[in-house]
């Protein structure tokens, strides 16, 4: 072997060195990752629960948390707690397919046309800025109290993150790899296929997160509405008959529900996503 081939091989032990200190010392595993994300609730849980202990703090209006998790085993064990969370969740799921078909549709047709882009684009912005209480009157009296008020209300907080990150998603697309596929001879649905869909997915995917986030914020407006169940009624019921602890309870559970369907949608969409090449990606593959 020359010199020179010493020379330039003698670079890639280093470089191999250099990423085995990267995993070992600065990057994360999976589940050390997934372990450091309860540390700050569960730090505060522990800090409030010794701080009502030891006389501190009263818990009068914030209760411990021992309390809330009593609470929470109350209702689990005369089965309120699963009766609510499915009313919840059934809201939840159909005004998110609702709001996703109509963010998607109107999206795509804004991105795809610059004359329905004008059309749309402005009273759509406008419809966004209303606030969420302000659409309970009026759908209370178009559909009344029942279901389909409380869905519609979800599908409307769902349908504008997903319309615009749709909208920003296509108008975003490099003009240069639409001229590659096209030079390529590429047909309008191998175009869209293997070029518009790949560079659309990743900020879709973000809009859907988006979208499911304030379908959540919604649902409790919702069940404002003259709801018998779901958790938006335990939030009611425990402040007309002042329950903290009840209060705090369906809140944490939103917390949680929420949580756990944002890391469904991001471990469906992974595999869609798999061929991305982004520097988060290769951190957790270093992990």
């Known amino acids: 072997m020359s010199a020179a081939d010493g020379l330039i091989e003698t670079p890639a032990p280093a470089a191999r060195r250099s990423g085995a200190v990267r995993r070992g010392g600065g990057t994360l595993q999976g589940w050390q990752r997934a372990l450091l994300g309860f540390a700050l609730p569960v730090g505060a849980a522990l800090a409030w629960e010794v701080a009502i202990r030891l006389g501190i703090a009263q818990g009068r209006l914030l209760p ?23 009313a919840t969740l059934a809201r939840v799921a159909a005004g998110f397919a609702l709001g996703v078909a109509a963010g998607t549709l109107l999206g795509a047709l ?52 997903v319309y615009l990150g749709t909208l920003g998603a296509i108008l975003s697309v490099d003009r240069k790899i639409i001229e590659v596929g096209r030079s390529f001879r590429l047909t309008r649905l191998q175009l869209s296929c293997r070029i518009l869909l790949p560079a659309v997915l990743p900020h879709y995917i973000v809009a859907l997160r988006s979208g499911l986030g304030l379908g959540w914020m919604f649902v409790v407006a919702a069940e404002f509405m003259g709801a018998s169940e779901g958790l938006g009624y335990l939030l009611v019921d425990g402040q007309q008959l ?4 009840q209060i705090v309870a369906a809140i944490v559970v939103f917390a949680i529900l929420g949580k756990l369907t944002d890391a469904l949608l991001v471990a469906a969409s992974a595999p869609l996503l798999r061929w991305e090449d ?8 270093e992990g």
Do not use: C, M, Y
């Open 278 to 285: 982004t520097a988060q990606r290769a951190a957790q593959a």
């Open 110 to 161: 804004a991105g795809a046309s610059g004359l329905t882009r004008a059309l749309l684009d402005p009273t759509l912005q406008g419809l966004r800025a209303i606030p969420s209480i302000a659409w309970v009157p009026l759908f209370i009296l178009w559909l009344g109290i029942f279901e389909a008020s409380k869905v519609t209300l979800i599908a409307v907080g769902v349908a504008f993150p």
């Open 242 to 245: 002042g329950k903290p602890a």
């Open 64 to 86: 411990a948390p021992s309390t809330i998790i009593s609470t929470l085993a109350d209702l689990a064990r005369n089965g309120d707690l699963a009766l609510h969370i499915r």
